[in-house]
């Protein structure tokens, strides 16, 4: 099996080369790479022939695209059958190896997602927020496990609705795959958490339960930083709507999926909720208002109107 590893980097030129040594040190020897780069000074190919020898493809985006965008032109030029993003963090020595041999007990599988491993200084808090998550989501999909892998059914969906953890946004899928779910979405702040969605949508993927993703956190990624927690928390909560607005509009192009726009209005009534809450819980109390009533117009609930009794009153509701 020859899986493309696609590293999109921008400005990380020692983190890509540790990126590259931990593909280098694959036990598995079939896989090539696809560097997708809009850096400053760019990225030489005679330093990606000097590590990788000739498997290797660069692509320059100038200016840079973003990452969704980056990470696109990496499955459009991989010619693996199956394409793993790695960005700028590492694989563990065997990673390929487990991926290609997890496809070989389950040949239906279009999807395998791959659990990670935090490393870095922030790597404690981070793990243990992670493992929780990964937990939880496994309680409400409750996939089977078959020799370290996890097999979801059509429960996922749903369990995705309510926290995409970040195994879960680490795809090995086959190609054919990306073709049929599409790319990642370009613009979204979160484009990974809504391909992942889309994918449970289209197929039952599964998951390998052993960290083969080593995933940096060193305060280089939203994961990771340490300061202005409360603007983080924000554009979550605002990338949690845009996803769950995307969706219901996604459905009305590709209606056999219109059974799942109830569960998909549920969950971002919660996300408003959640929003509202934040708002509320952070002193800014007129801008809860907004986000507290369409949650309570879109999915009424008591605990709606508990928020509503300790927010502004009314008539300092903000106009318009």
Same mark, same amino acid.
């Given at each position: ?5 696609a ?5 990380r ?7 590259l040594?931990?593909?280098v ?23 990606l022939?000097?590590?990788l020898g000739?498997r290797f ?7 840079a695209?973003?990452?969704a965008a980056?990470?696109?032109a990496?499955?459009?030029a ?8 790695l960005d ?5 020595p065997?990673?390929l190896?487990q991926?290609?041999?997890?496809y070989?007990r389950?040949?239906?599988l ?5 659990n990670v491993?935090?490393?870095?200084i922030?790597a404690?808090?981070?793990a243990a ?7 939880k989501?496994?309680k409400?999909a ?5 020799n370290g892998v996890i097999v979801f059914?059509d429960?996922?969906f749903a369990a995705?609705l309510k926290s995409v953890?970040?195994a879960m ?5 086959r ?6 779910v599409?790319? $990642? ?5 979160m #484009?990974e958490?809504?391909w992942?969605?889309k994918? %449970? *949508?289209?197929t039952q993927?599964g998951?390998?339960l052993?960290p083969v993703s080593?995933?940096?956190v ?12 409360d ?5 979550h909560?605002l ?6 607005t995307?969706?219901?509009a996604?459905?009305?192009?590709h ?8 569960e998909?209005?549920?969950s971002?009534?919660?996300v408003y909720f959640?929003?509202a ?5 952070t ?6 208002w907004r986000?507290l $009533? ?5 999915? #009424?609930?008591?605990r709606?109107?508990r928020?509503? %009794? *300790? ?10």
């Amino acid at each position: 099996m020859l899986i493309s590893v696609a590293i999109p980097t921008h400005n990380r030129p020692e983190l890509l080369r540790e990126a590259l040594a931990s593909v280098v040190a694959q036990i598995h020897a079939e896989w090539e790479v696809v560097v997708d780069d809009g850096s400053t000074p760019s990225v030489a190919e005679s330093t990606l022939r000097e590590l990788l020898g000739e498997r290797f493809v660069l692509i320059r985006h100038d200016p840079a695209q973003g990452i969704a965008a980056a990470k696109n032109a990496g499955v459009v030029a991989a010619r693996g059958e199956v394409i793993l993003h790695l960005d700028d963090d590492l694989l563990t020595p065997t990673a390929l190896t487990q991926i290609a041999a997890a496809y070989a007990r389950h040949p239906e599988l279009e999807c395998l997602f791959v659990n990670v491993e935090p490393f870095g200084i922030c790597a404690p808090g981070t793990a243990a927020n992670q493992s929780h998550a990964l937990s939880k989501l496994l309680k409400r999909a409750r996939g089977a496990e078959d020799n370290g892998v996890i097999v979801f059914n059509d429960r996922l969906f749903a369990a995705l609705l309510k926290s995409v953890p970040m195994a879960m946004q680490r795809p090995a899928a086959r190609k054919a795959l990306w073709n049929k779910v599409g790319l $990642l979405r370009k613009g979204s702040y979160m #484009p990974e958490p809504e391909w992942a969605m889309k994918t %449970a *949508l289209y197929t039952q993927p599964g998951l390998l339960l052993d960290p083969v993703s080593l995933f940096r956190v060193s305060g280089q990624n939203y994961v990771s930083q340490t300061v202005q927690k409360d603007i983080q928390k924000d554009k979550h909560l605002l990338a949690a709507v845009d996803i769950r607005t995307t969706l219901l509009a996604w459905f009305f192009e590709h209606p056999t999926f219109s059974g799942h726009v109830r569960e998909v209005k549920h969950s971002l009534a919660d996300v408003y909720f959640d929003q509202a809450y934040h708002y509320q819980h952070t002193d800014n109390h007129p801008a809860a208002w907004r986000p507290l $009533l369409t949650a309570y117009l879109s999915h #009424p609930q008591w605990r709606s109107l508990r928020l509503a %009794a *300790l927010a502004t009153p009314f008539d300092k509701m903000p106009q318009g």
